[in-house]
T-cell receptor, first 114, second 114 residues
Framework: GAVVSQHPSRVICKSGTSVKIECRSL??????MFWYRQFPKQSLMLMAT?????????EQGVEKDKFLINHASLTLSTLTVTSAHPEDSSFYIC??????????FGSGTRLTVV | KNQVEQSPQSLIILEGKNCTLQ??????????LRWYKQDTGRGPVSLTI?????NTKSNGRYTATLDADTKQSSLHITASQLSDSASYIC?????????????FGTGTQLKVEL
């Protein structure tokens, strides 16, 4: 089946630094990738949708300059949290849509900003 | 407003017992409904997916049902195991002009005990 690899699984960074999270589709080409944020005991919240070769579409309330998304190829999307602050600490999950419309999720990244 | 509500919010059962989780949705127009299992600190893993015309779908010990008329779905887990302890998320796909958009339920936290 379709596999999405997400790295790193957890990262701790200092306030003010930037962190990059990678999401790769390993055995299929992902036309569209999604980035979610999840707080403890809450549902996944869609942050942005990225299509290969075009700009990402951000959900209302998500700062595009703070959460930079790049989807330069059909197998790789990256989310960069710029100038991270403690309130950005969260669980970030990517999802990829394959060519037949299925959705596969990455294993998530636990970001802690200290 | 498109919503997906799940019940119960949390559930504790003994190993070997069966349980049923509920999902009610108001999403329209409906495309499909998926059940995911999310272990703590991990990304969601797909269990079942059902379209409008499907009433039931099984995946091992997991059986999902769908009543598109009443907009209700259930996930039945048979002969529960300790490894079934996780959050179970109902996700309804909304048909939009730009493709499908996912609406996530808040999940049911299941704990299986000895």
């Amino acid at each position: 089946g379709a596999v999405v690899s997400q790295h790193p699984s957890r990262v701790i960074c200092k306030s003010g630094t930037s962190v990059k999270i990678e999401c790769r589709s390993l055995d299929f080409q992902a036309t569209t990738m999604f980035w979610y944020r999840q707080f403890p005991k809450q549902s996944l919240m869609l942050m942005a949708t990225s299509n290969e070769g075009s700009k990402a579409t951000y959900e209302q309330g998500v700062e595009k300059d703070k959460f930079l998304i790049n989807h330069a190829s059909l197998t790789l999307s990256t989310l960069t949290v710029t100038s991270a602050h403690p309130e950005d600490s969260s669980f970030y999950i990517c999802s990829a849509k394959d060519r037949v419309g299925g959705y596969t999720f990455g294993s998530g990244t636990r970001l802690t900003v200290v | 407003k498109n919503q997906v509500e799940q019940s119960p919010q949390s559930l504790i059962i003994l190993e070997g017992k069966n349980c049923t989780l509920q999902c009610n949705y108001t999403v329209s127009p409906f495309s499909n409904l998926r059940w995911y299992k999310q272990d703590t600190g991990r990304g969601p893993v797909s269990l079942t997916i059902m379209t409008f015309s499907e009433n039931t779908k099984s995946n091992g010990r997991y059986t999902a049902t769908l009543d598109a008329d009443t907009k209700q779905s259930s996930l039945h887990i048979t002969a529960s195991q300790l490894s079934d302890s996780a959050s179970y998320i109902c996700v309804v796909s909304l048909q939009t002009g730009g493709g499908n958009k996912l609406t996530f339920g808040t999940g049911t936290q299941l704990k299986v005990e000895l």
